[in-house]
């Protein structure tokens, strides 16, 4: 899981791609919609399509002579998970230093 994971990081980490992301999450694109907003070569969209469908960000079906992308929900709802799960670790790890530091005041004060 770590290991899916730092490939999906890895990915969400360029802001093309991540642009990429946020434009599919309106909805599913062709390469040359998604290629639009930026000032760079088509070899250079595919291999960020490449990335993220490596990922398992996105995927890529044929369609006559297009290849429609779209975003892969298994993989944001993994994501979902882990955040979920490091954000309970956080607020129990926050809480018992809450109740350390509360006990330390109350020393100090006797």
Known sequence: M????????????????????QRLAGGEASVQELAEPFAIS????????????QAGLISRRREAQQRPCRLERKRFEDIQGWTRRMRQFWDESF????????????????
């Open 2 to 21: 770590s290991e899916d994971l730092s490939s999906v990081f890895a990915a969400l980490g360029d802001p093309t791609r991540l642009a990429i992301i």
């Open 42 to 53: 088509g070899p250079a969209i595919s291999r960020h399509l490449k990335v993220l469908e």
């Open 95 to 110: 809480e018992r230093m809450d109740d350390y530091l509360e006990e330390i005041m109350k020393e100090e004060k006797q």
